[in-house]
């Protein structure tokens, strides 16, 4: 015995219902991660940028399919075969294929703009930056060296990693940042998670046709790892940095101390002795906190 035709539709919006409220159960994402259509939370107004383009494209992917799923529902709903008639026949419907024809159309134009606007504003770098920062990548490693800020020895403030210690990167919040990207040897990526963002290091890049500039801005403090992102070499896994945001008040003191000589060392101060001598917290923690220096030693567990 059939449906009644008073109970097929609801009862095929319950089934839609549960099916949809399993799916997004099934994720295991939080409220927030959800209305966020899974987009990770970013520190920059780049990023959050982007991620009003995403949520954005998603919705307006979300319409499109539930009016395609929609029809579909309706014509097994509606239009089951019922005889052995053959149903009328239409061969052409010009309305309806120029509605189909010219909405995909607008659709793809308006996404279009929408992503060269972000796009642009992405990639936009101030004339006048509040900072700027050289990236200089090397296996496999990471120095950063600010050329506007001088020791007494009047070389450019700067951190090289090793493997013994990874190398943080301390900018301001709520500044402009121009970074300055170049590599001493082969290709590499400067790769900030949180920054949703992340461009390959080239050796000579200007002779490579490469733009190697991008700026930002950091939107709150806290510590964020870096990673390389392109395969480089033995240890690209672990080539790692941290971004170290501080607020303009601790960055001014930190770049005080960085280009003043420490009267224990005899030299100028280093980033871990800079943050130290600070003493704000966690803030100031002196070694990296998103990861660990790595083994370089590859004889352990190798029989005899």
Known sequence: ?????????????????????????????????????GWPEGVTPQADSMRQLWTWSVIAALVVGVLVWGL????????????????????????????YTAVPFLLVVVLFYFTAVTQ???LAKPANPDQRVNVVSFQWNWEFNYPEYRTPDGQPVRTIGSSDEIPLL???TGQSIEYTLSSTDVIHSFFVPEFHFKRDTFPHPDKNNQDNVFANTIDQEGSFVGRCAELCGTYHAMMNFEIRALSPDKFDRYMQLRTQINQRTGQPYTAAEAL????????????AVTGVPFNTDRTGGVPS
């Open 1 to 37: 015995m059939g449906l009644k035709e008073g109970t097929r539709v609801p009862r095929l919006v319950k089934v839609a219902g549960l099916i949809g409220l399993v799916g997004v159960a099934a994720t295991g994402c939080t409220a927030d991660e959800v209305l966020r259509f």
């Open 72 to 99: 579909i529902f309706w014509s097994v709903a509606f239009h089951r075969k019922k005889s052995e008639d053959l149903p009328r026949q239409f061969q052409y419907n010009v309305p309806l294929e120029l509605v």
């Open 120 to 122: 642009n504003y992405v």
């Open 170 to 172: 301390v900018l301001p």
């Open 276 to 287: 130290e001598e600070m003493n704000c917290g966690e803030l100031c923690t002196p070694h």
